[in-house]
């Protein structure tokens, strides 16, 4: 791919040099025969910070730690043991009844039951907290609308922190090129995308460009006993390399939200999917409103090593199918079943407002 005038966007950032030491890891990846070219000024360390461990030794239980290293259990077997029950796919009552065998009974546990299990998992330092919230509608529903979700900054922030991610992170746009004559561009990383680099040169000088991935998906939990679902949103950093953020392994992905289903009583059983979506749009600018701020004027964040970093958080991509995207995007998909005559009985002020709550992912998207 030749580059174009239009690609080569100021002299003064063009001619930006890389440092040596993330322009040597950065090769010693691709291979030999490239040449990296970062964006100057950006990802600028402005203090000393806390890193992940300073932040786990914060807790109110940190001072038992000293003496006891896997506290709240007894020993390392002790926290085996329960870490290994806590991530097996065994219900509570499984677990119950694991722990009642004779040969387990004798074990020096520091639990009995699953619910000392669970008493002593929340002891452990907590990740992003939950939180919950009635959401109002104009429609009366079967049962209240409640909206379980966590502060997206927090995610973002406990992923920029996280210690696993360090050497597979990226801090600065940068421009990746096939040979010395920086003639071919080649793309590789979201970090290496001409839009990042855009976004970037949109920032305040020094600042860190945090990339915001979302995902949802309406899931079927189950279809013979009440044809249970949920509607998770999902959250993720565009900096983590995606070789690592697309394993599941690596929880990458961070459940951000349970976005509510609801059963609208309204009369007209075309416009339950209309309000449906309406819903959604709802939720969906309470969840990502912190996003929206820090996207305007930044947040200050410590990055794995325990640099501050100023971090602008705009969003870097949505993954949905096509009927989601669609009801994203407010407009008519070929499958539903709304018509323009339920939009129009409606009426033109619903209109007016699902056209204002689909600037919700552009003020992400714009800085």
Partial sequence: MNLSDEDELDNEQANSQPSATASTALLASLGLGHQVQFFHSAGKVYDVGQTFLDRFGMDTYSFFRRSNLYYPFASHD???????LLQSDLS???????????????????????????????????????????????????????LYYCDALDCIESLFNHPYYAPHMDYTPFRLFTMAERIVREYTEWMSAEVA?????????????????????????????GGKAAHPLLISLANIRMAVRNKASSHAFLLLALMPISQFLHPNKRMCSVLDARLFHQCLDIVVEPLKTAARIGRMMSDPVGNLQHCFTPLAAYIVDTPEACMLACVRGKTSPVTMASY????????????????????????
């Fill in 78 to 84: 002790d926290w085996q043991v329960a870490n290994y």
């Fill in 92 to 146: 509570m009552a499984k677990i119950n009844e694991y722990l009642k065998l004779n040969l387990i009974r004798t074990l020096p546990l520091s639990f009995q039951t699953v619910k000392g299990l669970q008493d002593c998992a929340e002891l452990l330092p907590p990740g992003p907290r939950w939180n919950y919230r009635i959401v109002p509608t104009s429609h009366p529903t079967k049962n209240p609308i409640i």
């Fill in 197 to 225: 680099w855009w976004m970037q040169s949109k920032l305040p000088e020094g600042a860190t460009l945090c990339g915001v991935i979302l995902s949802s998906d309406k899931t079927h939990i189950t279809n013979m006993c």
């Fill in 344 to 367: 129009k009985e409606f009426g033109d002020a619903f209109c007016h407002e699902q056209r204002t709550r689909a600037t919700t992912l552009a003020q992400l998207a714009h800085i």
